[in-house]
């Protein structure tokens, strides 16, 4: 996955604590950051030389490190307090959050709650937050029977709607964790009907019942990986989704074109990710996901002929 846009989030949050922990030293910052000392070093190298339009010598962060292994910020210029979140990003967090307070389980939910309260403050009496609601799809019935059976280590009987084929079939899960993607809420547990680790989007869920204890064999239920790898191949006009999707091992070829892994949990998700981008992402392994994308692809302009 591109490192451009945590790194940049990273610097901007650097300095007002460096400010605010003067004479930490590198060890201590790259701790606190979550990197490598050596990078750490790297993204101090890389502040001094940045500042203010004309980045004349009084226009550029002065950062001090190198001399007695401690780091001092002389001059911060603007940087010497954590920037404001914009209108959009709060906007982006309340829905974020609005839609963790929907999501099944154990959550800290007067937490989230003190959160919202806060982001909504600071928008003020804004007519787009009196009117947002957040609709996951998901019935506070099935929401409370996953979120028991997760709790209590049940079974659950599902009536499954399959997003695919439509096809409507009965299941009963080992429930294992709940995840959000794409703004969806998911279900991750051992399938007995597909004998394996499965997905389910639980605004396709039509009934949940609670089953008996789990008693299967913990080996049984991670028989098979919970997350799945593709190689794709991207043009040089998605490279902005290495920013979006998790990429990994990513390799800059000839002409702007770039090979990397990307981690996948449903293969729906996958053919979905890669037809939006029409053609500028092409699976080239596993074979199997290569064929299943193919064939979607297929399906898609069959339906336009």
């Known amino acids: ?28 910052a790259a701790e606190h950051f979550g990197i490598s000392a050596d990078q750490c ?42 920037l404001r979140l914009s209108g959009d990003e709060i906007m982006s967090m309340l829905v974020a959050l609005r839609l963790l307070m929907q999501v099944p389980g154990q959550h800290d939910r007067n937490t989230l709650h003190g959160l919202i309260e806060r982001l909504e403050t600071a928008l003020g009496s804004s007519p787009a937050v009196a009117g947002m609601v957040v609709d ?3 019935t506070d019935a099935i929401g409370q029977v996953i979120a028991q059976a997760l709790t209590q280590s049940l079974t659950v009987t599902l009536i499954y709607a399959a997003a695919t084929d439509d096809a409507v079939t009965e299941r009963v899960v080992h429930p294992m964790s709940i995840f959000t993607s794409d703004g ?36 049984m239920v991670q028989a098979e990986p919970s997350t799945f790898v593709a190689t794709v191949s991207l043009a040089p006009a998605a490279r902005w989704a290495l920013d979006v999707y998790p990429f ?4 800059y070829l000839g002409k702007g074109r ?38 979607a692809a297929a399906a898609a302009l069959g339906s336009y002929s």
Not at 6 to 22: N, Q
Not at 62 to 74: K, M, S
Not at 267 to 283: H, I, N, P, Q, Y
Request: aromatic content about 6%.
């Open 1 to 28: 996955m591109s490192t451009a846009a945590p790194r940049l989030s990273r610097l901007m949050t650097m300095v007002p604590w460096l400010v605010a922990h003067d004479g930490v030293t590198i060890d201590e």
């Open 41 to 82: 070093e790297k993204d101090l190298w890389l502040l001094v030389v940045c500042g203010l339009p004309g980045h004349g010598p009084d226009q550029l962060v002065d950062i001090q490190f190198w001399d007695d292994g401690r780091i001092h910020v002389l001059d911060p210029q603007t940087l010497d307090r954590p």
């Open 136 to 138: 996951s799809g998901v």
């Open 184 to 219: 969806r809420m998911y279900l991750e547990g051992y399938c007995e009907r597909a004998e394996a680790v499965r997905t389910f989007r639980l605004d396709r869920i039509l009934t949940a019942t609670l089953g008996d204890s789990m008693a299967m064999e913990q080996s």
């Open 248 to 251: 990994s091992n990513v390799q």
């Open 258 to 295: 770039i090979m990397a892994d990307l981690d996948y949990r449903d293969m729906g998700w996958l053919t979905r990710v890669v037809l939006s981008l029409a053609g500028s992402m092409v699976v080239t392994a596993p074979t199997e996901a290569r064929k299943r994308v193919a064939d």
